[in-house]
């Protein structure tokens, strides 16, 4: 198996060259699903993985626009539309500097099979670009985003493409990319998710992702007769993901006493209670502030901010019950994994893609541990944008509860479905296989149906 795996890799690193966090996704997936194609040659003879690595589509494009003194910046923009074998295209849009080709189709790639796995019937796309909103004040930022809908609007529709936010895309840059779209085509339709309230969105869609990463977490135990209760837990990232992880685990009844963004991370053993919690927002989501601040707020924090010339994240190298890596992809490498399990932390549910290394997720693996991995854990989000779909098709709104309700049954059943899938395929406990599997089947199944397209 792994020669033919290893044969497979060549081919798809010498075709897409560079883009490494690709070639990565890519890997954990085809290494999980090589023995269902092992038992299923149809699969093989219509070429299903070789068509699920090349993206149906890929649109790039300049992005030029004026920022306050006056001067002409020019950002890359991006829409990598993978697979539609299920639906419309479906994935976030993320702003930040780091964001190239390799990245989106990482992210791309892996939405395919999320979203399979929500039992929606959404495809899988990702997009963006390499402006970093911060720092930049609101009136850029609109220009920025006009500039960037005026040319994805031709691209997208509501039954074509339906992008939603990501990293460094919220409720702001949402609303004006909606404006955007609506006065470009004369039209009010549900063409982004993650919108206002008052114009379309969704109760629970800014909760969903968080909210979902601890139901998941919650389901993992339940197959150990346990809750989060009294649990102690490490939150990576301060931005939505995170956040909303922080409000469900205080619901039941857990402890998190970390959160960080790109320049530190605070440590508080007496836990961020509620109101903690609501500074935080406040600071993140209002002032865009900077996590050290929470330090010099409460003293019972400890902020410590990132050391380049460690070998590790000092943030997974705290005593804990469960981990929750809610900011970007590799943030826990080989050595946090290690150190992780060294300090008694046996649940990690992944609310951002992709977070761990493949050695740290052997190790999650070889442990034993109830390991989530983002495509099963952080669906949740996506999930709710499907409900969002759903709501503007009928131009009617569910309640909180509805809304929720639903979310909880979605991961209920993501997380049954990866159980079941991970057990057919010999592998009990193995959620990586699982959710790629169980996610796989359905797309591949509805390629078969579609003919070689
Ligand atoms: P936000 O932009 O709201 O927050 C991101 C957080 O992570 C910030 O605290 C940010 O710090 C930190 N961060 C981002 N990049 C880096 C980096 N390179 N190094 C260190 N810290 C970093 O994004 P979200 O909360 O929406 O997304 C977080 C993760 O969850 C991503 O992996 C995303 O793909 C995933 N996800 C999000 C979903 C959603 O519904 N929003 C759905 C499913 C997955 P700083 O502000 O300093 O940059």
């Known amino acids: 198996m792994a020669q033919n795996v290893a044969a497979f890799m060549e081919n798809v690193i010498a075709k897409n060259p560079a883009e490494v966090e690709f070639h990565q996704a890519v890997e954990e997936v085809v290494e999980s699903i090589w023995p269902v194609l092992d ?76 979203n399979s796995l929500t039992t929606l019937p959404m495809g899988g796309g990702k997009g963006g670009s390499d402006f970093d909103p911060k720092g930049k004040s609101d009136l850029e930022v609109m220009r920025f985003t006009q500039s960037f809908m005026s040319e994805l609007f031709r691209h997208i529709g509501p039954n074509t493409d339906v992008p939603a936010g990501d990293i460094g895309v919220g409720g702001r840059e949402i609303g004006f990319m909606f404006g955007q779209y609506k006065k470009l085509r004369n039209e009010f339709s549900g063409i982004l998710t993650g919108k206002g309230l008052n114009w379309g969105g969704s109760l629970i869609r800014p909760e969903a992702t968080g909210y979902g990463a601890v139901y998941f977490a919650a389901n993992m135990l339940g197959t150990r007769n346990e809750t989060l ?97 809610s900011a970007t992809q590799n943030e826990i490498n080989e050595a946090d994994a290690k150190n992780l399990l060294k300090n008694g932390v046996y649940v990690v549910s992944e609310g951002a893609n992709m977070p761990t290394v493949p050695d740290g997720v052997n190790h999650f693996v070889d442990a034993k541990i109830l390991y989530g991995p983002g495509k099963a854990a952080n669906a949740g989000g996506v999930a709710v944008s499907g409900l969002e779909m759903s709501q503007n098709s009928m131009r009617y709104n569910w309640t909180r509860e509805e809304v929720d309700q639903k979310l909880h049954g979605i991961m209920k059943s993501i997380h049954d479905a990866s159980v079941a899938a991970a057990e057919e395929f010999g592998t009990p406990g193995n959620y990586v296989n699982g959710a790629n599997i169980a996610g796989f089947l359905k797309v591949a199944d509805s390629m078969l149906d579609q003919g070689v397209v």
């Not at 040659?41 to 993985?49: C, F, S, V």
């Not at 963004?261 to 961020?272: F, K, L, R, T, W």
């Not at 019972?300 to 019950?321: E, F, G, I, M, Q």
Request: net charge positive; hydrophobic share 35%; charged share 30%.
């Open 39 to 114: 038992k299923r040659p149809e699969y093989r003879k219509a070429k299903i993985l070789e068509r699920c690595v090349e993206p149906e589509r890929v649109i790039l494009f300049r992005v030029p626009w004026v920022d306050d003194k006056g001067e002409v910046q020019v950002n890359k923009g991006f829409r990598i539309e993978m697979n539609s074998a299920i639906g419309p295209y479906k994935g976030g849009l993320r702003f930040h500097p780091s964001v190239n080709l390799g990245i989106l189709k990482f992210l791309a790639f892996e939405q395919v099979f999320k």
């Open 229 to 325: 209760d009294g649990k102690t837990c490490l939150v990576s990232g301060s931005g939505n993901v995170a956040q909303y992880t922080i409000e469900k685990l205080l619901d039941l009844g857990g402890k998190p006493v970390t959160c960080s963004d790109s320049g530190g991370y605070i440590y508080d053993e007496a836990g961020i209670d509620r109101e903690k919690l609501a500074f935080m927002m406040e600071l993140k989501n209002v002032k865009r502030g900077r996590i050290s601040e929470y330090a010099d707020k409460f003293s019972s924090a400890v902020y410590t901010p990132v050391d380049r010339d460690l070998d590790h994240n000092p943030l997974w190298d705290h005593k804990a019950d469960c981990a929750f890596p």
